[in-house]
């Protein structure tokens, strides 16, 4: 039996927000974004950011003058007990809500880096969510810092409780950001902690460009279109590849980079697994088959151990040697996201 193996690992120079088309706006009344990468670290700009940040004070009806927001929105303080508050969301590059809830600073904790644009680690204060990239509950619980009280609860990418946690009582909390910031006076946590406390999210500040083409790329048409040669051995075609990738539905084009190191090829069915970069970082398992120089395959798309949508890829091998080129069609989870068709030509570096 005869088992070929080669791993496919794409390398997409052009970034996260190419494929996903997304513009990163402030909404009205906030300030921000502020970019941090994967290990939480604070960048200038969204070429390698995994999350963005975006804020208020916490009182809506607040000035952000008041806030004591200098250059850069660096925070200034009248004294060294002042404590200021802030509403915050945090948004993953591609768009979709990851976390929301109330922070406060303090003279101290900006000179130890817990403040609010410069570190993505913060004094949580009062109720908090974190989200599922598809924009399910993730995690809510009310917190004082890194003090959880009542009870934190997790929930599964499909809105399931798989985990509470109880925390301190409640009544030990200290209700100085609810009653006098928020101004909710008799405000006590419970079940309707949602829609007294946290506004919606603004998870419409990042907008999708229009998808032009609005009709898919045929994938099975243009396997019945392309030339079919036998191939022996697939190690030629191991290598980096760099080119150009085209995105038919919002007309943009972006050079590309493509390193072939190996797939698994076994009597015609193949496995091949796919990492993108820049960005983001983004990973899929595609299954499907392959015959003589036509692969076809699909599989989940990946960002950061979370789906968020899916691939159907058809590669086509060139007789002329480090020649490559095709297809795919990338679907976001989002029901209200068009499918978008996308096409590439790579040479052999």
């Known amino acids: 039996m005869n088992v070929k193996i080669i791993t496919l690992l794409i390398l997409s120079v052009f970034g996260s927000n190419w ?46 003058g008041k806030q004591h927001l200098g250059i850069n929105g660096v925070l200034t303080f009248k004294n060294s007990t002042e404590n200021l508050y802030f ?26 880096g817990l403040g ?24 809510v619980g009310v917190y004082d810092g890194e003090s959880i009280y009542g009870d934190q609860k997790q929930f599964d990418n499909e809105g399931k409780l798989i985990k509470s946690t109880p925390g301190l009582p409640l009544i030990q909390y200290d209700y100085v950001l609810e009653h006098s ?38 994938l099975a048409a243009k396997l019945m279109s392309m030339p079919r040669f036998p191939i022996r051995t697939y190690r030629p075609y191991l290598g980096l590849y760099q080119g ?34 820049g960005g983001f970082e983004a990973h899929t398992k595609l299954t499907g088959s392959i015959h003589d120089n036509v692969i076809f395959a699909r ?17 086509f091998l060139q007789k002329e040697e480090g020649k490559l080129e095709g297809f795919f069609n990338i679907k976001l989870l989002d029901q209200n996201e068009k499918v978008q068709s996308c096409s590439f030509k790579l040479g052999k570096e």
Request: negative net charge; contains cysteine; charged residues 25%.
């Open 19 to 64: 494929f996903y088309a997304q513009s990163i706006s402030t909404p009205p009344n906030f300030l921000g974004p502020i970019y941090f990468d994967k290990k939480g670290q604070l960048l200038t700009n969204p070429t390698d950011a995994n999350l963005y940040r975006i804020y208020r004070p916490s009182n809506p009806n607040e000035k952000l």
């Open 244 to 277: 150009k990738t085209i995105n038919a539905s919002i007309q943009k084009t972006a050079n590309t980079s493509l390193e072939i190191i190996e797939f698994i090829e076994k009597e015609e069915e193949v496995v091949l697994e796919v990492y993108w970069f």
């Open 299 to 315: 599989g989940d798309w990946e960002v950061n151990g979370e789906r968020v949508g899916t691939i159907t890829l058809a590669t």
């Open 116 to 139: 609010l644009n410069n570190s993505l680690k913060v004094h949580l204060k009062g109720e908090c969510r974190w989200y599922h990239r598809n924009g399910q509950l993730s995690q």
């Open 181 to 218: 910031v928020l101004e909710r006076k008799n405000f006590s946590y419970g079940e309707n902690a949602k829609s007294e406390i946290l506004p919606t999210p603004q998870s419409n500040q990042a907008k999708s460009k229009e998808v032009i083409d609005t009709k898919p790329t045929d």
């Open 87 to 112: 509403y915050f969301e945090d948004y993953f590059i591609t768009g979709e809500i990851q976390f929301q809830g109330n922070l406060r600073v303090s003279k101290l904790h900006q000179d130890q």
